[in-house]
């Protein structure tokens, strides 16, 4: 072997090497340097990338179905369920549940009450063969035949977890005896949807509306200005007030999800077209922007490889901080009676039954779900703080 010090080529060091690799690294590599430095950040990343997965893998790790269908009749507003290992009679290599039975007698005036017998144990059985469902599917069902989507998936009946005999509801059930958890993780999926789509229609549009304005300037500035300006100003809650109200009530549950999804898009793209605008107005007289013009190259060609790869990283930031915005969105509206219904299982569907002072009594687990809600609305602000930071070219990177 060859001796590179008898040759004479010098030795990096570690910090000749660190700082090599920091100069030759693109954009993208120095914002996720910065972002690994922020613990908050990427403990926040962590919880977000869960709590995504549970919502896409929802109809696996549910035991039982979430709509009407699924519900336990013998279990109604029924308190959480927690597997044990040990009780008087002894411990098990198992988790396990006791036996819940129906009973009624002259104590209760004669109405079904539910006892718990601990004599008896059900134990919990991992991937056993319950509802079927089908994953990665995708269904809308739109006026007209025309604009019907549909994509099938796999179909499976087999779920991460439940019991040999009767039910295991770990947040409890509602007053119609379904299951609170698999309600919970399907809802997560359905709040995530209407976000993503909403944020990508705004993404579209403000890419669209923000680079034409900058790039072109004048009196094309000045119109898609005043459009922009007039988006803005109008109030949200009386928009959804006068769509709610033009939404027939023969639509299905799928057309008002999308008709949301789309509304929420088309309100949210103006914050973020003004950022793009900003910056093609800075950018657009450089000199390698003048260069690509001069090789006879399209505006559509200049804005699009040339304009909006220079602020790629705040378009990324841009879009994980308003995403949870389009969830409270579409929370909020669920909640107000504005936006999705029952049956759609949405985090604003569930903060629904959360309203009475009765639920505030005697039903705390039906507040579990807003746990979900708050923790994944933190998660999203923290990690675009997160990212904001490390976007930023003026922050130390040392």
Known sequence: ???????????????QKSKEAYFTASQMQLVWARFKKNKAAMIAGTVLIGIILMGFFAPFLSPYDPTIAGRDKEYQNGAPQIPMF?????????PFLHTLERTRSIKTNFRWVTEINTEQRRYVELFPTGWEYRLFSFELN?????????????RMTTHLFGVDKGGIHLFGTDH??????????????TSLAVGTIGVFISFVLALVIGGASGYFGGWVDGVLQMFTDAIRTVPAIPLFMALAAFVPDEWSSEARFFFISIILGFIGWPTLARRVRTHLLTERNQEYVLAAKMCGASPTHVIRRHLLPSFTSYI???????????????????????????????????????????????????????????GMVLAFVFVGDGLRDAADPYSDHK
């Open 1 to 15: 072997m060859v001796d590179q010090t008898a040759m004479g080529a010098p030795i990096k060091s570690a910090d």
């Open 86 to 94: 040990c009780d008087h009679n002894g411990c098990s290599a198992r």
């Open 176 to 189: 119609a005896g379904k299951d609170i958890f698999s309600r919970t993780l399907h809802a997560i999926y």
């Open 142 to 154: 739109l006026p007209g035949e025309a604009l019907d989507i549909a994509i099938p998936g796999f």
């Open 316 to 374: 990324i930031v841009d879009l994980v901080i308003s995403f949870p915005y389009m969830v409270l969105s579409e929370t909020a509206l669920s909640f107000i009676g504005l936006g999705l219904k029952e049956p759609v299982n949405s985090l604003g569907v569930l903060l629904q039954s959360v309203t009475s002072a009765d639920v505030l009594l005697n039903y705390q687990w039906y507040f579990i779900p807003v746990i979900f809600f708050v």
